[in-house]
């Protein structure tokens, strides 16, 4: 019901899915996946239990940034 309230697409993962980001294992990679967990969050665009992403202000900060510049 999720995704098709919220228009998401369902298709195998090569035709729906891109790739956003790419690193090393790690720490930098754990931060990077954290974020984009955090973003899709607050966007409603994923179905996970939202209780366990706890409020970032760094994120949000980041997130605004991105917004700013999509703007101009």
């Known amino acids: 019901m999720?995704?098709?309230e919220?228009?998401?697409s369902i298709?195998?993962?090569n035709d729906i899915m891109e790739i956003l980001h790419t690193a090393n294992i790690g720490h930098s990679m754990d931060n990077i996946e954290?974020?984009?967990i955090y973003k899709e969050t607050n966007n409603c665009n994923q179905s996970n239990d939202k209780?366990?992403?706890k409020p970032n202000k760094?994120?949000?900060v980041?997130?605004?940034g991105e917004t700013d510049k999509a703007r101009i």
């Open 11 to 13: 298709g195998h993962k």
């Open 2 to 4: 999720h995704f098709k």
């Open 62 to 64: 980041v997130i605004h």
């Open 51 to 53: 209780n366990t992403v």
């Open 58 to 60: 760094i994120y949000d």
């Open 34 to 36: 954290k974020y984009y």
């Open 6 to 8: 919220n228009h998401h």
